[in-house]
């Protein structure tokens, strides 16, 4: 458990640089163009967000925390067009530059370390599938929302045509 607590820790504090890094793949990546949708500011912030207060979110925050936190994300992206889709892969993305970061940083120098490190990568695997759940459906309750709000639109509409 110490290692994971001083792997946790390093992310933190490098978590601003780890952002900063995320950005220019973000950035270039082929597989996020209508992300680009997002202000670079607002999705470097919420990553520097997520690697700066990591060890609350892996051991300090319940699953309703990670739930409400990412339906409003998953929501504000379904408004900002961006398909849902990119919206997981942003997040998958965000995920595989902090391992590789963690694999470029780190060292075992003994066996029981492993162990340590196996913790911290089950609870990183379980807070990003938590994650990519309640994007996808804040995403999806927001779209559903849209939908019925063009319907009822639509209805309107046409009983105003129907009633001249």
Known sequence: MMLAYRLVRLIETHS?????GLL????ACERCQDYKKV??????????EIYHNLGEWLL?????DIARRYTEIGARREAQGVPLSQLIFAIV????HLW?????????ERPVEAFGELELLQLLE???????YYAALGYERAQAAHTAGREE???????HVVGR
């Open 24 to 27: 220019v793949k973000w950035q």
């Open 93 to 96: 993305l965000v995920r595989e």
């Open 126 to 132: 379980q807070f990003f599938d938590r994650a990519i």
């Open 100 to 108: 590789d970061y963690l694999k470029h940083e780190t060292t075992l």
């Open 153 to 159: 639109a639509e209805k309107g509409m046409a009983e």
């Open 60 to 64: 300090g925050k319940k699953e309703e």
């Open 16 to 20: 601003e640089r780890l952002a900063e």
């Open 39 to 48: 202000p670079p500011q607002e999705f470097r912030q919420r990553v520097y």
